[in-house]
C-alpha cells in the first residue's frame, strides 16, 4: 500500500504519493502546480493519491476537475486512494469505471457515498469511518470488500445494490448499521463482524451464499421480511439484543447451529426450506415462531432457558438431545417429530394444532407444506424421561419407546393413536387360514414380528401395507431390534400410564400384547408359565376377548347337552319303594326307602327326542350359573354335570371381563 521510496511527497513526515511531473502530494503541492494538475484532469481519469490527507476542500476541487457534465457527477476511472486520510468526504453520485481502493483509509468526519456506482471492484479493506458514512442506494457491480472496516457511527447502506461479493468480515459496527431494502446478488460475507449497535436489514434481499458465521449482534437485530434465496449461514452467531426475523424467508438451507439468542427472538411468519439450530441457545425466547419449514426444522442440542411456546408447521422436526430448562410447549403441524434423548427438566407437552397458526396479526399459510401429510407423528422418545412429557392427539404408530424412562408416568391426552394389527385373512403353513385379533400395538412389536415373519425390509419413502407387520430401522440387525421381553415391559408401563389416564380400553390392548410378548419369551417366562399363557390366550384371549370366551362357552354347552342326551339322562326317573317287617305283637315298624341307580337302556335311536333335549338343557343352564339340576342323571351324566359346572362358569366370568374391560371408563 505504501508508495515506493522515492515517490511520495518531499515534505517531512507526509507519506503521501506525489502527483505526477512533482515532488510533493496534492496537499502539499504549490497552488499554482495544484491548479494546472486539476486543470490536466478529465472525466474518467485514473487518479493515485495514496496516503494523501485531504482537507474537505481539496476532495471538493478533485470531485469538480472529474465532473462530467453529460452523466451530471463525478467520473473516475481507476482510484487509489489506498492509506487516504479524508476530514468530510462527499462522493455522492460519482462513478468509478474502474477499480476503486481505499483499503486503510481514515474518515475523520462525515463520508457519504450515496448513489454511487462502483462499476469496477471496490476495496475498503480495514478503513477506518470515524463518523457517520452513507452509501444508500450505491450500485457495487463488481466485488465490494469492506473485510475488517471500523465503524464508529452509524453506517448506513439502504438500498444498496450488490452484484458482486460483499465481503464484510470481521467488520466492526460501533453505531447503528443500516441495510433496509439492501440487494446482495453475489455471496454476502459477515463472518465475525461484530455489531455493537442495532443491526438493520429489514426488507434485504439475499440471492447468493450468505454467511454471518461467529458474527456478534450487541443489540437489535432486525431481519424482518428479508428474503435468503440461496444457503445461508449463521453459524455460531451471537445475538446479545432482540433478534427478529419476522416474515422472513429462506428458500434454501438456513444454518443457526451452535447460535446464541440471549434477547427475544422472534420468527413470526418466518419460511424455510430447511433449518439448523442445533446446538443453539435461547436464553430469553418465550415464543418460538409461527414458522412454517418445506423441510426439516432441527433443533437437536438445543437450549431453552425460559418457559417457551413453539409454534411449527413443518416436515419433520428434530428435538435430540434438546434440553428444556422450564415448561414448554410444542404446538406443531404435519410434522414428524423425533424428540430422543430429549432432557426434560419440566413438564414438556406436545401437541397438534388443529388449525392454521395466527399470531399477532399473522397468519402461517403453509403454502410450502401443500400436499403434506396431515396430523403429527413422534417417530422417537429413546432416552426421554417421560414423566414430564404429555402428548396430545399424537400419531404414535412409529413411535420408538424402547430407552425411555418412567414411561408409566407419560401421560397421553386427545386422541393419540398407535399401530394396528395387520388386517385381512393370513394363511399359516399355507393351509390354514387365521385372522389376527384387532388391537393397539407398539411399533417395537412390529419390527419384533416383521423379523420373526423374514419380510423384508421396504425401501425408503415406501409406506407399509396394512396387511403386514411394520419393519424397523434396525431390521437387518436382530441384535439391535427389542425382544419380547423388553418389549413386555413397554407394554406394562404403558399399560399403568392408560390405567392413570382412566382409559381401561387403551390398558386392556396393551395388557393383551404384554400377555402376548410373554406368551413368546422364552428367557423370562418358564415353559410352565407359557403352557398356562397359551391356554389362556385360546380360551379368551387373556380375559379381554369376549366372542372367544363366548365361542368356548357355547361350545361346551353344545357337548355337554349332545353328552347328556347321549349318555346321562336316564330312560325315566326311578321309583322310591319303602320295604319294612310289621312285628307280630304290633309296635314301631322300620322302613327302609330305596330308589334303584338311574339306568340308560333306550336304543340310541330313541335317545335323541324333544323331551330327552329339553331336560338337557335346563341341566346345562343350571351349571352355567353353578346350580344344580335336581335331575337324576346317569353315571355318565353325574360326572359331565360336575366337569360343566366348573367349566361353563370360568368361560361365562371371562367373557363378561372381557365385556367389562372394553366398556369400563
Not at 440487494?183 to 438493520?200: E, P
Request: aromatic share 12%.
Amino acid at each position: 500500500m505504501s508508495p515506493a521510496p522515492g515517490s511520495t511527497c518531499s515534505t517531512a513526515g507526509c507519506p503521501g504519493v506525489r502527483i505526477p511531473d512533482q515532488g510533493y502530494c496534492l496537499t502539499h503541492v504549490a497552488e499554482e502546480d495544484r491548479a494546472a494538475y486539476f486543470a490536466g484532469l478529465t472525466p474518467g481519469s485514473d487518479i493515485d493519491h495514496r496516503c494523501t490527507r485531504f482537507p474537505g476542500y481539496l476532495l471538493h476541487r478533485l470531485m469538480q476537475a472529474l465532473y462530467d457534465p453529460e452523466a451530471r457527477c463525478a467520473r473516475i476511472g481507476e482510484a487509489d486512494l489506498r492509506g487516504a486520510e479524508f476530514n468530510e468526504a462527499d462522493f455522492d453520485k460519482a462513478i468509478f469505471s474502474g477499480t476503486v481502493r481505499l483499503s486503510e483509509a481514515k474518515f475523520y468526519e462525515r463520508a457519504s457515498f450515496t448513489e454511487v456506482q462502483f462499476l469496477g471492484d471496490a476495496w475498503f479493506d480495514g478503513a477506518h469511518f470515524h463518523e457517520v458514512v452513507g452509501f444508500a442506494e450505491a450500485q457495487f457491480s463488481r466485488q465490494a470488500g469492506f473485510s475488517k472496516v471500523t465503524f464508529d457511527a452509524q453506517a448506513t447502506y439502504d438500498q444498496v445494490q450488490f452484484a458482486g461479493v460483499a465481503a464484510f468480515d470481521d467488520a466492526q459496527f460501533s453505531g447503528a448499521a443500516r441495510f433496509y431494502g439492501a440487494k446482495f446478488d453475489g455471496q454476502a460475507m459477515f463472518i465475525g463482524a461484530k455489531f455493537s449497535g442495532s443491526a438493520g436489514y429489514t426488507a434485504a434481499r439475499f440471492s447468493s451464499h450468505t454467511a454471518f458465521g461467529g458474527a456478534e449482534f450487541a443489540g437489535d437485530a432486525g431481519f424482518s421480511a428479508a428474503m435468503f434465496l440461496a444457503q445461508v449461514d449463521f453459524t455460531r452467531a451471537q445475538f446479545s439484543g432482540p433478534a427478529h426475523f419476522v416474515k422472513a424467508k429462506f428458500t434454501s438451507d438456513a444454518g443457526f447451529g451452535a447460535a446464541i439468542f440471549s434477547g427475544e427472538t422472534k420468527f413470526d411468519g418466518a419460511q424455510f426450506s430447511s433449518a439448523n439450530f442445533s446446538g443453539a441457545l435461547f436464553a430469553r425466547t418465550t415464543q418460538f415462531g409461527p414458522l412454517e419449514c418445506a423441510r426439516e426444522i432441527d433443533l437437536s442440542g438445543a437450549i431453552f432457558e425460559v418457559p417457551v411456546s413453539l409454534e411449527i408447521a413443518a416436515i419433520a422436526v428434530c428435538f435430540e438431545r434438546t434440553r428444556w430448562e422450564s415448561t414448554a410447549t410444542l404446538r406443531l403441524r404435519h410434522a414428524t417429530v423425533n424428540l430422543s434423548h430429549a432432557v426434560l427438566t419440566n413438564p414438556v407437552a406436545v401437541t397438534a394444532h388443529p388449525t392454521l397458526f395466527r399470531r399477532g396479526g399473522i397468519e402461517v399459510q403453509e403454502n410450502l407444506l401443500q400436499g403434506s401429510r396431515s396430523g403429527v407423528r413422534v417417530s422417537s422418545v429413546r432416552g426421554v424421561d417421560a414423566a414430564h412429557l404429555v402428548l396430545t392427539d399424537i400419531d404414535l404408530v412409529d413411535c420408538l419407546f424402547a430407552g425411555a424412562f418412567h414411561l408409566d408416568q407419560l401421560r397421553l391426552e386427545g386422541r393419540c393413536t398407535f399401530a394396528s394389527t395387520p388386517t385381512g385373512l393370513h394363511r399359516r403353513y399355507l393351509i390354514c387360514p387365521y385372522r389376527w385379533s384387532s388391537r393397539r400395538t407398539l411399533a417395537e412389536e412390529h419390527h419384533w414380528r416383521a423379523q420373526l415373519a423374514g419380510q423384508r425390509a421396504l425401501p425408503d419413502g415406501r409406506h407399509p401395507s396394512p396387511r403386514v407387520w411394520r419393519t424397523g430401522p434396525n431390521h437387518s440387525s436382530p441384535d439391535l431390534t427389542p425382544d419380547p421381553e423388553d418389549v413386555a415391559t413397554l407394554y406394562r408401563q404403558l399399560r399403568k400410564a392408560f390405567e392413570d389416564g382412566k382409559n381401561e380400553p387403551g390398558a386392556a390392548d396393551f395388557y393383551y400384547g404384554e400377555m402376548e410378548m410373554r406368551r413368546h419369551d422364552r428367557v423370562d417366562t418358564t415353559a410352565g408359565e407359557r403352557f398356562l399363557l397359551r391356554g389362556y390366550w385360546l380360551l379368551s384371549g387373556y380375559g379381554l376377548r369376549a366372542s372367544r370366551a363366548i365361542g368356548w362357552l357355547l361350545a361346551a354347552m353344545a357337548v355337554t347337552i349332545v353328552l347328556m342326551v347321549g349318555l346321562g339322562l336316564p330312560d325315566s326317573s326311578p321309583e322310591q319303594v319303602a320295604t319294612g317287617t310289621v312285628p307280630a305283637g304290633g309296635g314301631q315298624v322300620t322302613l327302609v326307602v330305596d330308589k334303584d341307580d338311574p339306568r340308560l337302556t333306550l336304543p340310541v335311536a330313541d335317545r335323541f327326542t324333544g323331551e330327552r333335549f329339553d331336560k338337557a338343557v335346563q341341566v346345562v343352564l343350571n351349571s352355567v350359573v353353578f346350580r344344580t339340576s335336581g335331575q337324576d342323571l346317569t353315571t355318565w351324566g353325574t360326572y359331565t354335570e360336575m366337569i360343566s359346572r366348573f367349566l361353563e362358569p370360568v368361560l361365562l366370568a371371562l367373557a363378561a371381563l372381557a365385556i367389562r374391560g372394553r366398556i369400563k371408563r
